[in-house]
């Protein structure tokens, strides 16, 4: 993502022992800096605090890692990582919103506005993390059919293409893209219910 | 009907959804689906339920604005474009006058639609006033409602209607005051070079020369405007039929280059195949940004396919930062090799690396080309750069010993060995010819090809569990050998020491981090050169990077090294290597610091600090993170470690290391073994010990500040202690307790 993610991570794999905690912060590094960056653009955040709030979650994460690997109950990485990155991004999202206020008066009322309680910045987390590892397991399943497979379901699902439509420009019977589209559909939803599961 | 319900049957369809039926069976199926409204209704739900079917929708509705273009090979995280349909492009227009026509905007009739990309939709129109076709770029809705987009977009107009240039598609035409803004611009009759690549793969030497002299002829107009294209790849140029003519097209994102303010950070308007490691890496660019990108569109068109490639932006985008494209003689191998050190100046990481303009880059092209058209009038043109060779003609090694290990020693030794013995390469600021042909350059990292035969029993067949293999190699290889090197033939030794860094991870065999040393005994030819070698095994790449040691006490410090950095493709089993040639700052006199200037001198992918009392040499290297200096210790950082320049203090035993902001730093000791963190005030080292005092948080060590120590041989290390704690656990380990330096001695830093 960019070089600051790097190295909160090149020094959290020296502290991690377990190669499958590193994948473990990997993939959640991949799925939940964009989840706080959007929720911090969606909350009125100049891009460059968003990004530096992306940071600092992560920075924070990193920082705790000690902790918790010294933990004899520590349970799983990835159900620590999200609960450590929430609080923190909930914090930072919260303090900075308070700092914005403070450093710019003349936007005042706009950041007002767009401030939200700790808990609503919870929620709007959670949300957008759930839309997120919908879109992580999209992009797993979709380099993983066939092209036609993947445009059956793109099409007709998000384009609002009708079946008929999507068969005449794929060059196949509408039998197919009942199925083809459901296929992808049923293999996404197994990979966030595997991935929910993990947690 | 009656018969179609009777064969509504929900465990067949499902069998269906799994791919389970045999094909006369899913024919049945898909004949009944096709006709029973409730079975195909059925197959939606047995897939997901309807809120998993909207929760689906609602994550993919809001995507923030997109990398997108025509080209189907890229996809993102999540983050796949719109694809534009006619339907939805029909609504943002008014009916047609004609009904072959698509629709109408103003005097314009809608032909066709002939591209869709992140900003919008491109048709191919007629103008009626003036009889002529036209292509009209037109702003999508989404953005058209945007407030930030649309002056984006019209500055976008501005912008390239001021460029006129042969190569550069020209504007006719700005609309942005309608709901929907939209530009006129000249149709060109033809394909894209990413058609042109699709369609025929890798094109011709003479065509490679011809398109990218023509685009860089047109960058450099724009450039003269203090215009950056920014997006620069094979799908923004077009190739006009039947004439030999590329033009750019697309400065969809061009702005004034001091224009800083509307494109957010982290927002990478660019397709991230062809973004310069700047704008990958969010920083800002300028025209030699364009001229990375041009290499790597050069580099699409000799090979067939772009250089940076991974299964979404992100990755690629770490690519770009991080690794070396294949080369591209390994692609194609009729590329001659000159062209390959041009592209491979053009995708220089570092900006100062290129060409510096884009109209030296046309001249030298255009010379190129005359060159390959006319042979024997035209020779090879002078680069204007130092160009490098880093395998010498010929270099052989006979081992005495029958160690397993040897030939992979002689992999590495080579390069080390061609580093002391070529300075005649390394006149900085020369002028020399573009090498012509050399030796294969690539070296196939696999057990057959570092042993020259299969692995002994007990080690893995895998490569990526090599590492282990190194690991169990651990300890002390000698070399012995012959080289030659311009005619003379050398007698060399080398000693190796396989340190297996990182000991105590690699022991567990959990972390694929290693590190090799290689160092010739003083009294040998020239200079003692270390190298040191760390594999970072990632998911798909294995980083190699051979770094010479540059000083070693006593003996001159050359002004110039080289520095080899390879990556590793474990799809084609090659490792790439690519030279970096960068200079001592302040090897020439022996002041006691070096200068501002000194250590702000950056070169290839490095930053140098140098102490020059004749021991301490600090090099950063910018993607792997390494700092290396001579003597006792090797320090490696966290990887942000590009812009801030480390300080470094002299310890009895060690050296600390100071960085701006949140780096981490780890020491090292000779051993390649472990690490100390951030904060701590006071170091030492010895041979198999690190300790000082932690002021704050140490990874693996502690959180409690207190006096620490760190065997390397055993891999323990201690909690934050007491100092009467911590003298009597060094007794207890029969060490001398070291002097340790407080702060008011190396003096306060940050």
């Given at each position: 993502?960019?070089?600051?993610?790097?190295?909160?991570?090149?020094?959290?794999?020296?502290?991690?022992?377990?190669?499958?905690?590193?994948?473990?912060?990997?993939?959640?590094?991949?799925?939940?800096?964009?989840?706080?960056?959007?929720?911090?653009?969606?909350?009125?955040?100049?891009?460059?605090?968003?990004?530096?709030?992306?940071?600092?979650?992560?920075?924070?994460?990193?920082?705790?890692?000690?902790?918790?690997?010294?933990?004899?109950?520590?349970?799983?990485?990835?159900?620590?990582?999200?609960?450590?990155?929430?609080?923190?991004?909930?914090?930072?999202?919260?303090?900075?919103?308070?700092?914005?206020?403070?450093?710019?008066?003349?936007?005042?009322?706009?950041?007002?506005?767009?401030?939200?309680?700790?808990?609503?910045?919870?929620?709007?987390?959670?949300?957008?993390?759930?839309?997120?590892?919908?879109?992580?397991?999209?992009?797993?399943?979709?380099?993983?059919?066939?092209?036609?497979?993947?445009?059956?379901?793109?099409?007709?699902?998000?384009?609002?293409?009708?079946?008929?439509?999507?068969?005449?420009?794929?060059?196949?019977?509408?039998?197919?893209?009942?199925?083809?589209?459901?296929?992808?559909?049923?293999?996404?939803?197994?990979?966030?219910?595997?991935?929910?599961?993990?947690? | 009907?009656?018969?179609?319900?009777?064969?509504?049957?929900?465990?067949?369809?499902?069998?269906?959804?799994?791919?389970?039926?045999?094909?006369?069976?899913?024919?049945?199926?898909?004949?009944?689906?096709?006709?029973?409204?409730?079975?195909?209704?059925?197959?939606?739900?047995?897939?997901?339920?309807?809120?998993?079917?909207?929760?689906?929708?609602?994550?993919?509705?809001?995507?923030?604005?997109?990398?997108?273009?025509?080209?189907?090979?890229?996809?993102?995280?999540?983050?796949?474009?719109?694809?534009?349909?006619?339907?939805?492009?029909?609504?943002?227009?008014?009916?047609?006058?004609?009904?072959?026509?698509?629709?109408?905007?103003?005097?314009?009739?809608?032909?066709?639609?002939?591209?869709?990309?992140?900003?919008?939709?491109?048709?191919?129109?007629?103008?009626?006033?003036?009889?002529?076709?036209?292509?009209?770029?037109?702003?999508?809705?989404?953005?058209?409602?945007?407030?930030?987009?649309?002056?984006?977009?019209?500055?976008?107009?501005?912008?390239?209607?001021?460029?006129?240039?042969?190569?550069?598609?020209?504007?006719?035409?700005?609309?942005?005051?309608?709901?929907?803004?939209?530009?006129?611009?000249?149709?060109?009759?033809?394909?894209?070079?990413?058609?042109?690549?699709?369609?025929?793969?890798?094109?011709?030497?003479?065509?490679?020369?011809?398109?990218?002299?023509?685009?860089?002829?047109?960058?450099?107009?724009?450039?003269?405007?203090?215009?950056?294209?920014?997006?620069?790849?094979?799908?923004?140029?077009?190739?006009?039929?039947?004439?030999?003519?590329?033009?750019?097209?697309?400065?969809?994102?061009?702005?004034?280059?001091?224009?800083?303010?509307?494109?957010?950070?982290?927002?990478?308007?660019?397709?991230?195949?062809?973004?310069s490691p700047?704008?990958?890496?969010?920083?800002?660019?300028?025209?030699r940004?364009?001229l990375f990108?041009?290499g790597s569109?050069l580099y699409?068109?000799c090979t067939?396919?772009?250089p940076f490639?991974?299964?979404?932006?992100?990755?690629?985008?770490?690519r770009i930062v991080d690794s070396e494209p294949v080369p591209v003689r390994d692609i194609?191998p009729?590329i001659p090799a000159w062209l390959c050190t041009i592209v491979g100046k053009l995708m220089s990481k570092e900006k100062s690396e290129r060409p510096q303009?884009?109209?030296?880059?046309?001249?030298l092209?255009?010379?190129?080309?005359?060159?390959?058209?006319?042979?024997?009038?035209?020779?090879l043109?002078v680069v204007p750069w130092n160009s490098i060779d880093p395998f010498p003609k010929k270099i052989?090694l006979?081992?005495?010993?029958?160690?397993?290990?040897?030939?992979?020693i002689s992999v590495f030794a080579t390069f080390g060995l061609f580093l002391m013995l070529n300075p005649q390469d390394e006149q900085s600021g020369s002028k020399s010819t573009i090498v012509e042909e050399h030796e294969h350059n690539t070296v196939g990292l696999?057990?057959?090809s570092?042993?020259?035969?299969?692995?002994?029993?007990?080690?893995?067949?895998?490569?990526?569990?090599?590492?282990?293999?190194?690991?169990?190699?651990?300890?002390?290889?000698?070399?012995?050998?012959?080289m030659l090197s311009d005619?003379?033939?050398?007698?060399?030794?080398a000693?190796?020491?396989?340190?297996?860094?990182?000991?105590?991870?690699?022991?567990?065999?959990?972390?694929?981090?290693?590190q090799i040393s290689v160092?010739w005994?003083?009294?040998?030819p020239t200079n003692?050169l270390v190298l040191n070698v760390m594999v970072l095994?990632?998911?798909?790449t294995i980083k190699l990077m051979l770094i010479p040691q540059l000083a070693?006490?006593?003996?001159?410090v050359p002004s110039e090294h080289k520095m080899y950095g390879g990556s590793w493709d474990?799809?084609k089993?090659t490792v790439t290597w690519t030279p970096q040639s960068f200079r001592l700052p302040?090897t020439?006199?022996?002041?006691?610091?070096?200068?501002?200037?000194?250590?702000?001198e950056t070169n290839g992918a490095f930053r140098l600090?140098?102490?020059?009392?004749?021991?301490?040499h600090l090099v950063g290297y910018q993607q792997g993170s390494f700092i290396h200096?001579?003597?006792?210790?090797?320090?490696?950082?966290?990887?942000?470690?590009?812009?801030?320049?480390?300080?470094?203090?002299?310890?009895?035993?060690?050296?600390?290391?100071?960085?701006?902001?949140?780096?981490?730093?780890?020491?090292?000791?000779?051993?390649?073994?472990?690490?100390?963190?951030?904060?701590?005030?006071?170091?030492?080292?010895?041979?198999?010990?690190?300790?000082?005092?932690?002021?704050?948080?140490?990874?693996?060590?502690?959180?409690?500040?207190?006096?620490?120590?760190?065997?390397?041989?055993?891999?323990?290390?201690?909690?934050?202690?007491?100092?009467?704690?911590?003298?009597?656990?060094?007794?207890?380990?029969?060490?001398?307790?070291?002097?340790?330096?407080?702060?008011?001695?190396?003096?306060?830093?940050?």
């Amino acid at each position: 993502m960019n070089k600051d993610h790097t190295a909160t991570r090149v020094s959290l794999i020296l502290r991690l022992k377990n190669v499958d905690d590193v994948a473990a912060w990997d993939e959640f590094a991949a799925i939940y800096g964009p989840v706080v960056y959007r929720v911090a653009i969606g909350r009125g955040f100049q891009p460059a605090d968003a990004e530096n709030i992306v940071q600092e979650v992560f920075l924070a994460v990193a920082n705790s890692i000690s902790s918790w690997l010294e933990r004899d109950d520590r349970g799983r990485f990835r159900a620590w990582l999200l609960r450590i990155a929430r609080n923190a991004a909930v914090d930072m999202l919260t303090q900075r919103a308070t700092r914005a206020l403070g450093r710019d008066g003349s936007d005042a009322e706009a950041v007002l506005a767009s401030m939200l309680a700790p808990s609503e910045f919870s929620s709007a987390l959670d949300l957008e993390y759930e839309r997120m590892v919908f879109r992580w397991a999209a992009a797993q399943v979709r380099e993983s059919v066939e092209a036609h497979t993947w445009d059956a379901f793109w099409l007709t699902s998000m384009e609002g293409v009708t079946i008929e439509v999507a068969a005449e420009r794929l060059k196949t019977r509408t039998g197919n893209i009942y199925f083809a589209r459901s296929r992808v559909m049923s293999r996404i939803k197994q990979l966030v219910e595997q991935y929910e599961a993990e947690r | 009907m009656i018969e179609n319900r009777l064969r509504c049957n929900d465990a067949l369809l499902q069998a269906m959804l799994c791919e389970e039926l045999p094909t006369d069976a899913s024919n049945d199926v898909l004949d009944h689906v096709e006709s029973c409204q409730h079975c195909q209704q059925r197959v939606t739900e047995l897939a997901a339920s309807a809120a998993d079917w909207k929760r689906m929708a609602d994550a993919m509705s809001d995507l923030p604005e997109q990398h997108s273009d025509l080209s189907p090979s890229f996809s993102g995280l999540g983050q796949r474009p719109i694809h534009w349909t006619e339907a939805m492009a029909r609504q943002l227009l008014s009916a047609p006058t004609h009904p072959e026509m698509l629709g109408r905007l103003g005097r314009y009739e809608i032909e066709r639609l002939i591209g869709s990309g992140g900003m919008g939709v491109v048709f191919k129109a007629h103008d009626s006033e003036l009889n002529r076709p036209v292509a009209i770029k037109l702003l999508a809705p989404y953005l058209a409602s945007s407030g930030p987009a649309r002056r984006r977009f019209s500055r976008e107009a501005r912008a390239a209607a001021a460029v006129v240039h042969q190569h550069v598609v020209p504007i006719h035409n700005v609309e942005t005051e309608r709901d929907a803004p939209f530009i006129v611009m000249q149709f060109v009759s033809g394909e894209s070079l990413q058609d042109r690549i699709d369609r025929q793969g890798p094109l011709e030497l003479c065509e490679i020369l011809r398109i990218g002299m023509q685009v860089a002829d047109g960058l450099s107009a724009a450039h003269q405007q203090g215009l950056v294209h920014r997006d620069i790849k094979p799908s923004n140029i077009l190739l006009e039929e039947e004439v030999d003519r590329a033009l750019i097209s697309d400065f969809g994102l061009a702005r004034a280059a001091d224009d800083a303010t509307l494109t957010r950070p982290g927002f990478h308007p660019g397709t991230p195949q062809y973004m310069s490691p700047e704008q990958a890496a969010g920083l800002s660019v300028d025209a030699r940004s364009d001229l990375f990108s041009l290499g790597s569109t050069l580099y699409t068109m000799c090979t067939g396919r772009p250089p940076f490639r991974a299964e979404n932006s992100l990755s690629v985008m770490r690519r770009i930062v991080d690794s070396e494209p294949v080369p591209v003689r390994d692609i194609s191998p009729q590329i001659p090799a000159w062209l390959c050190t041009i592209v491979g100046k053009l995708m220089s990481k570092e900006k100062s690396e290129r060409p510096q303009s884009a109209a030296e880059l046309r001249d030298l092209l255009a010379a190129c080309l005359s060159h390959v058209q006319q042979p024997a009038i035209s020779p090879l043109p002078v680069v204007p750069w130092n160009s490098i060779d880093p395998f010498p003609k010929k270099i052989f090694l006979i081992s005495k010993g029958s160690i397993d290990v040897i030939s992979l020693i002689s992999v590495f030794a080579t390069f080390g060995l061609f580093l002391m013995l070529n300075p005649q390469d390394e006149q900085s600021g020369s002028k020399s010819t573009i090498v012509e042909e050399h030796e294969h350059n690539t070296v196939g990292l696999t057990w057959k090809s570092l042993l020259g035969k299969e692995p002994p029993s007990g080690y893995p067949a895998d490569l990526p569990l090599l590492i282990q293999g190194l690991n169990n190699s651990r300890g002390e290889w000698l070399f012995a050998g012959k080289m030659l090197s311009d005619g003379n033939e050398v007698e060399c030794e080398a000693k190796m020491q396989i340190n297996g860094g990182f000991l105590n991870r690699v022991q567990q065999g959990k972390f694929p981090q290693w590190q090799i040393s290689v160092a010739w005994p003083r009294e040998k030819p020239t200079n003692t050169l270390v190298l040191n070698v760390m594999v970072l095994p990632e998911p798909e790449t294995i980083k190699l990077m051979l770094i010479p040691q540059l000083a070693v006490e006593g003996n001159p410090v050359p002004s110039e090294h080289k520095m080899y950095g390879g990556s590793w493709d474990a799809e084609k089993s090659t490792v790439t290597w690519t030279p970096q040639s960068f200079r001592l700052p302040g090897t020439d006199n022996s002041s006691e610091t070096a200068s501002d200037d000194a250590s702000k001198e950056t070169n290839g992918a490095f930053r140098l600090v140098v102490k020059s009392d004749g021991e301490l040499h600090l090099v950063g290297y910018q993607q792997g993170s390494f700092i290396h200096f001579s003597g006792q210790s090797v320090a490696r950082v966290g990887e942000q470690y590009v812009e801030e320049q480390p300080a470094l203090e002299k310890l009895p035993n060690g050296y600390k290391v100071f960085f701006a902001g949140r780096t981490e730093v780890y020491v090292v000791t000779s051993n390649g073994d472990v690490v100390i963190g951030p904060r701590v005030e006071t170091i030492g080292c010895s041979d198999n010990m690190i300790y000082g005092k932690i002021i704050e948080y140490v990874p693996g060590h502690s959180d409690t500040p207190g006096y620490f120590w760190f065997d390397s041989t055993s891999g323990e290390t201690s909690k934050g202690l007491e100092l009467t704690k911590w003298r009597d656990d060094l007794k207890a380990k029969g060490i001398e307790e070291p002097r340790l330096v407080g702060p008011e001695e190396v003096g306060e830093q940050y």
